[in-house]
């Protein structure tokens, strides 16, 4: 009876608790001011959309699931994309795959945006295109001569399927600092940008049409990529296209601000620069027209470093120099400590790159527990323009001076502790960045005009300045993992294709691009450098499940450094 009591109590606590539930609460979304319901169908169809093609490794139901779990009463439209875009976001520690989940929901939210819905691209793209041009043009954004192309016929080249490429952080990337808008509100889509781009570069071109599609074709299909500088500003009205500048800043007060003037010039376009700073005669140094001593470099790359935060490339990233000075140098000690985060903070440099410019000379004294002499450039002038043998030669004709008291103001340190001093500061700030001299010249093909006073703010290229020349790179990459076949080696016959028209790109580069500075314009119309680089290597040997530090990476076929070179080498010469 007791079991059966029990049982009966059970069965009507159930019945109760059935009949108290209400009919589930159907969520309303705000649609420009309009409650209606959610279109919880149309939410699942979109995840699942975007899901396909990726295998396995997906699943639609726990992004739809985080997502209805962060949505409210009320909530706009536009948040419930949003919100969906962060739930599959959130899935990318699970597997990286939901990294192209989220860039496909991301992709719909733009497309929202620009067009007003989420549609289909491979049909809208023909018609968007021109009014995007357009639009452009009207806004003041782009170049009126964009007008003059063949706009349906580069519309119709479009790939709309391209933009499935793009992993979150890609597109997230082109979005926030790349696509062009109005008051904040995008106007461009991942394959108008790229044809944005390359009817930029090929603006004067004579079958403009024609390489304008070839040269889209490149970029979309990330068999080639631009620089940052030509990504931002191909086809603008202003269109600063170059990556680096390299700048000698003078020994006199008005061309050390007149050098700090080019730099906020050339940095407001996006261009990166460096600055070798080692002519400026250091703390101590008598000035002459007042008959004072100067305070040596630092207090002006205090200006330099704040130029940079100010000038902050129009709000789309930081402005970012790199300024070198050489191991001989006096103010070096003081020099080594500007990324410090503790000390006199007036004598601090935390937003601005530094880069020790080390000849060898000062290598083989530290070799030898040696000691170093440095010098204020003021007195021993030819050591900035020396290199090698001659350098050497100088420098110990500057260090007898020291000896027999015609040079005053010097000072000797052990090489070995100020080489300790180096390595402590890269190790503790990550600067100043090291960099030598004499093989830097050495190897320059262009010692005939110049010496190499610096590298940019990356650190890979190298091209001689002065006082009357600032030195400009125009830069590209070749994407090795796109011209990769399934044998594991490089199609030579792509990338010969490839690097042909690249060229071409980055020599466009030069004659369209805008030039803030003219030291600059004569310099880059002079030697007319370009930087074809090259990137994925890590991603071949991934392709291959080769490890990156294994000996035999370096016989692989793909080895970028023999098989590359060598095309490079064969195009140039062809």
């Known amino acids: ?85 962060l739930a599959a976001r959130a899935m990318i520690e699970h597997d990286p795959a939901y990294s192209f989940v989220t860039a496909r929901l991301l992709l719909n939210n733009i497309c929202c945006d620009v ?83 390359a009817m930029g570069l ?25 620089s940052t500088p030509t990504l931002f500003n191909s086809g603008a009205i202003r269109s600063q296209l170059s990556s680096c500048y390299l700048t000698t800043v ?72 790199c300024a070198y000075l050489e191991t001989w140098h006096l103010d070096i000690e003081e020099f080594l400590e500007l990324r ?15 880069a020790n410019w080390i000849p060898d000379l000062f290598m083989k004294r530290v070799v030898e527990d040696g000691e170093w002499t440095l010098f204020s450039p003021s007195v021993c002038p030819d050591l900035h323009d020396k290199f090698g043998t001659e350098f050497e030669r100088t420098y110990l004709a500057c260090e007898a001076k020291a000896a027999n008291g015609e040079i005053t103001l010097f000072k000797k340190i052990s090489a070995a502790s100020l080489w300790r001093k180096m390595l402590t500061m890269l190790f503790e700030t990550g600067h100043p960045w090291i960099a030598f001299k004499d093989p830097c010249n050495i190897r320059s093909p262009q010692q005939h005009v110049g010496v190499v006073h610096s590298s940019n703010l990356c650190t890979e290229i190298t091209l001689n300045t002065s006082e009357s020349e600032i030195a400009v790179c125009n830069l590209g990459s070749v994407n090795l993992k796109a011209h990769l076949n399934p044998l594991g080696q490089l199609d030579h016959e792509k990338l010969r294709r490839t690097i042909a028209t690249a060229m071409r790109m980055l020599d466009n580069v030069i004659d369209i691009n805008y030039y803030a500075v003219e030291k600059a314009r004569n310099s880059n119309l002079k030697h007319r450098p370009v930087g074809l680089g090259i990137m994925g290597f890590q991603d071949c040997l991934h392709e291959l499940r080769i490890p990156y530090a294994s000996k035999k990476r370096l016989n692989l076929p793909i080895a970028p450094w023999k098989q590359c070179a060598t095309t490079l080498i064969w195009h140039l010469q062809s």
């Open 250 to 321: 003078p020994d006199d007060l008005a061309g050390i601000f007149e050098a700090i003037k080019e730099n906020a010039l050339l940095a407001k376009y996006s261009g990166g620069l460096g600055n070798d700073w080692t002519s400026v005669r250091s703390m101590g140094a008598h000035i002459k027209g007042t008959n004072g001593k100067s305070q040596g470099v630092v207090p002006f790359l205090k200006v330099a470093n704040d130029t940079a935060v100010a000038v902050n490339q129009g709000g789309k990233r930081k402005g970012a120099v």
């Open 115 to 197: 067009i007003g819905e989420d549609a289909d691209m491979a049909t809208r793209y023909a018609e968007y295109f021109p009014s995007f041009i357009k639009r452009g043009i009207e806004a003041e954004l782009l170049d009126r001569d964009m007008a003059n192309f063949d706009l349906p016929r580069l519309a119709n080249e479009l790939t709309a399927s391209r933009d499935l490429q793009f992993s979150y952080l890609g597109l997230q990337t082109l979005y926030d600092r790349y696509f062009l808008h109005i008051n904040e509100n995008r106007i461009e889509l991942p394959q108008a940008f790229f044809m944005r781009v």
């Open 1 to 85: 009876m007791a079991r059966a009591y029990v049982l009966y109590r059970e069965e009507r606590t159930r019945e109760r608790a059935k009949a108290k539930v209400a009919p589930a609460h159907i969520l309303q979304v705000n649609d420009k001011g309009v409650l209606r319901p959610l279109d919880e169908a149309g939410l699942a169809a979109r995840i699942m959309a975007a899901c396909e093609g990726l295998g396995d490794a997906v699943n639609a139901d726990p992004i739809l699931k985080l997502t209805l779990r962060d949505l409210y009463d009320g909530v706009p439209v536009e948040e419930v994309r949003k919100c969906a875009i």
């Open 340 to 354: 410090k985060n503790t000390g006199d903070d007036r004598r601090r440099t935390h937003d601005m790159n530094t």
């Open 202 to 226: 090929a603006l004067r071109e004579s079958d403009r049409n024609v390489r304008a599609i070839e040269f889209y074709h490149l970029l979309s299909s990330f068999d080639f990529m631009s």
